[in-house]
């Protein structure tokens, strides 16, 4: 594994106006990293940009990721500003709560994939000729591999982006350049989709989250150490290495939730079980 000093390191982190974003802005600026925040909210990202230690105060892009074409603007504002980036975060994310059969192919579904899917890409393709020994990080979820209803849209394209993520990692072999996957499980964030799904009568219990800063803590640590995947917190491995303990799980919330039509079409702005990361 190649270490990363992050230490004047040009750093774009997209997704950074809340929950696991804004704690890794916060984490990266006090390792003295040349960071560049971007999300939909340029409030909330001053917010961050002001509460963010080190020298240099980081550079708020304003951005919607739903929106085709808006990660090539977002990748030639950031070489504008910053240079050759170093390092790419696409943490950037939106959820929604659907049923498939109400939600399909319809404008929430492409926003949703237009952010989780093509936005990092887009800004991968943009952002690596002119990358050198960095690294680019990709924020999937564990419900990759959690068939939960009315999280379909969400999981598939987190599934998605991670197969890109390892795809990636096999093309770029040999360039000095880490490719890292970064699987969050549950995480207190201000809109965790547990308490959105339509239950029958009040949410499953489920195992307590970690913080947002723990889990900014876990991926800076990963990109520091060159790694290629960092799970955290680390149970949540589970699912992903036993696609049966994934299944029985998803079966297990079916049970409990009511699946009408007017329940399950609720939508949600955030990123998913994690919060919202745009």
Known sequence: ?????????????????????RALAIELAGR?????????????????????????????????LSRPGAAGELAGRALDALGPVRILINNAGAALVAAQGEAGDGDAARALFETNF??????????????RDGAVVNVTSTVQALPVPVLGHYGASKAALAHATRTLRNELRGTGITVLEVVPGA?????????LLPWRDRPMRMPPPVSPESAARAIVRAIERGERRRVHPF??????????IGRLFAALVTRRLSLSPAAAGRTSPGRGPAGPRG
């Open 187 to 195: 995480t207190d964030t201000a809109a965790r989709d547990v308490g």
């Open 1 to 21: 594994m190649t270490r990363i000093s992050l230490a004047g390191a040009p750093v774009l982190l997209t997704g950074a106006s809340s929950g696991i974003g």
């Open 118 to 131: 093509w936005s990092p890409l887009a800004l991968t393709r943009a952002l690596l000729p002119t990358m």
């Open 235 to 244: 149970p949540s491995l589970l699912p992903l290495e036993s696609p049966a």
């Open 32 to 64: 003295g990293a040349l960071l560049a925040i971007a999300a939909r909210r340029k409030d909330a990202l001053d917010d961050v940009a002001d509460a963010a230690p080190g020298p240099v105060r980081p550079l708020v892009l304003e951005a919607d």
